[in-house]
């Protein structure tokens, strides 16, 4: 399989290319250059597959020729040993046709472990056998700098630097990467928000210098393989609730649009998927967008889902590339209105195209507090504020008059943010055993302004 760039520029280049350098050298994110197909009669085998077989089935044909087929399969079966739940992404049911995707199960008990727990393998792996080093940059608003810093730490190939938004993450998301103390860990505390981070991050490898001296490479939603594992637990679920020729409905709490990005691919790879709910908080930029056809940045404003506080959803970018029929020139149209005026409008046929396969929905504070409670009160179940905007989507979008089942994903487990659960519920969710002593460990962190200069300064110093 090759993966060619959302704007036209460079080459095609193999799955091990695309996954070394992130972002494509003409500002583009890669896709493939076509989608793999899987049958109905495809689906009803891969049913009887367990996650880590199903993982191979559904991502060999992605990874094409790039590795050799138990190279792969060794790797997916090492990545999803590291999850403490059998099924790895297991479904709890809430109600008749309501579910609970749990993808929490992980090192660093966020969804963002079943791509990075495969990815820092694919990196290593890649990397051993050219016998190169790079630098992983990262930004995070939380969840993916853990779990990007628990599948590098300790690794020969790389060193990793995370930048995070200074005091808005939870207290859990900010330990669980400051406390990682092997020499190739890096942690930079930015005096500003998570689109400042993640602006910072592609400024450095638009510095062409910067990025060839310090051998740059990413592990953001951007990078094509961190999409890949997400696209795997979509087919789990809809094959685990028998549904390999009826469809089923998604829930999915959306940020960066790199999950739901997922359960895209997974229908465009022939998995029956009914709506895709993009469930946002008040960083409704994609609600609007939906509604309107008018994608325009605003200000970022600080929730209790943290992970979901981001206003450029840069995965947006893979899904203009379909919606204008994979028109590059029109991509770049968008996105130049973006960086000129933080702002572009769609096309009708592009909006009517996604309102296809979407709808969207936006739940405010209280909404997220009440379904985290309401939640309690019909099962007893604790959900994270990620999960709860994603579940109270649910229920606003669900079809009354159907009956396909509706997933959502929960993305968080409920320790993570125990100061909104203990709020809405009364309840302090227990965090795993293996936390326990978290907030004794010495924490390792830089707190660096905003400023392209300083960051680069800071990086340079260290590798
Ligand atoms: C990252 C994250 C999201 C958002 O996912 P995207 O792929 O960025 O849309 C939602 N919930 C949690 C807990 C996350 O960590």
């Known amino acids: 399989m090759n993966y060619i760039s959302t704007r036209g ?10 996954l070394l350098t992130g972002l494509a050298s003409d500002g583009g ?12 009669t495809d689906l009803a085998e891969m049913a009887r597959l367990d996650y880590a077989a199903l993982a191979f089935r559904v991502m060999a044909p992605l990874v094409g020729d790039a590795m050799p087929g138990p190279r792969l399969q060794s790797l997916i079966d090492a990545a999803y040993a590291s999850f403490d739940h059998k099924a790895v992404t297991p479904l709890v049911q809430l109600d008749r046709r309501n579910w609970l995707l749990e993808l929490f199960h992980g090192p660093t ?7 990075l727990q495969l990815v820092g393998r694919l990196f290593d792996d890649a990397l051993t056998r050219r016998k190169a080093r790079v630098t992983i940059l990262v930004a995070t608003s939380g969840d993916t700098g853990s779990a990007a810093i628990h599948a590098i730490a300790g690794r020969a190939a790389a060193d990793i630097f995370v930048l995070h938004p200074h005091g808005r993450t939870s207290d859990i998301q900010r330990l669980q990467m400051t406390t990682v103390t092997e020499p190739n860990v890096h942690n930079i505390a930015i005096e500003g928000t998570f689109d400042d981070c993640q602006a910072l991050v592609k400024a450095m490898f638009n510095d062409a210098g910067f990025r060839d001296k310090a051998r740059l490479s990413g592990m953001n939603s951007i ?6 594992p997400q696209i795997v637990y979509y087919f789990h679920a809809a094959l685990s609730l028998g549904r390999e020729s009826r469809p089923t409905d998604f829930s999915v709490p959306t940020g960066n649009f790199g999950d739901i990005y997922a359960g895209y691919a997974a229908k465009r790879m022939g998995l029956p998927v009914g709506q895709l709910v993009i469930a946002t908080n008040v960083n409704d930029i994609l609600a609007r967008t939906l509604a309107t056809g008018h994608y325009a940045v605003s200000e970022v404003s600080q929730t209790i889902s943290p992970s979901m506080d981001i206003q450029i959803s840069s995965n947006f970018e893979r899904l203009l590339f379909d919606a204008t029929d994979r028109d590059p020139a029109a991509v770049r149209r968008y996105m130049d209105g973006l960086t000129q005026s933080g702002a572009f409008t769609l096309s ?7 309102r296809q396969d979407f709808t969207a929905c936006r739940i405010d504070e209280a909404a997220t507090r009440d379904e985290i409670a309401q939640s ?11 999960s709860a905007v994603g579940r109270a989507a649910a229920r606003q979008q669900i079809q009354p008059d159907s009956d396909t089942p509706m997933v959502t994903l929960a993305t968080a487990h409920p320790g993570k943010f125990p100061e909104a659960v203990r709020q809405a519920t009364g309840q302090t969710p227990p965090l795993p055993d293996r936390y326990a002593d978290l907030r004794q460990c010495e924490e390792r962190y830089e707190i660096l302004p905003n400023d392209l200069q300083a960051v ?4 340079n110093s260290r590798i």
């Open 348 to 354: 009708d046929p592009a909006l009517r195209r996604i």
């Open 223 to 228: 990078n094509w393989a961190r999409v890949m």
């Open 456 to 459: 680069e300064s800071f990086i």
């Open 109 to 115: 008990l966020a969804f963002k472990d079943v791509a």
């Open 29 to 40: 994110l890669y896709v493939p250059e076509s989608w793999p197909q899987f049958s109905a």
């Open 9 to 18: 520029g460079g080459g095609p280049v193999d799955f091990e290319s695309a």
């Open 376 to 386: 309690y009160r019909e099962t007893g179940y604790l959900m994270d504020p990620h």
